[in-house]
């Protein structure tokens, strides 16, 4: 099991709606982190790459902690990830319940 699908799973106490933001985002973090891997690049040299610091990164892909939606795709852009987000049923369910 990777270090994001632990912190989902001990996620408890969240929201569902918060819960799945972070689902999300780590999703693209492990995208990142086997993007980064694919293409041999050091923690330092995607720091280089994205501007953010490489310390940022490494907590990043440690899942030490919900990093910020800009800062995954600042990182993910300077890896050259196609980054899409594609509705599903339950996103869908979900905003209309909040509509109506």
């Known amino acids: 099991m990777n270090e994001w ?20 985002l780590g999703q693209l ?21 994205s501007g953010i610091r490489q310390s940022a990164i490494a907590r990043l892909e440690g899942g030490s902690a919900v990093p910020r939606l ?3 795709v600042k990182i993910a852009i300077s890896l050259g990830l196609d980054i899409r987000f594609i509705k599903t049923s ?11």
């Open 90 to 100: 339950m996103d869908e369910q979900a905003a209309t319940r909040s509509v109506g």
């Open 5 to 24: 699908s632990k912190v989902v799973d001990d996620i408890q106490s969240v929201p569902e709606n918060e819960k799945r933001k972070i689902e999300i």
């Open 70 to 72: 800009d800062t995954v």
């Open 29 to 49: 973090v492990e995208a990142i982190i086997a993007r980064r891997r694919e293409l041999g690049l050091t923690q330092e040299e995607v720091a280089q790459r």
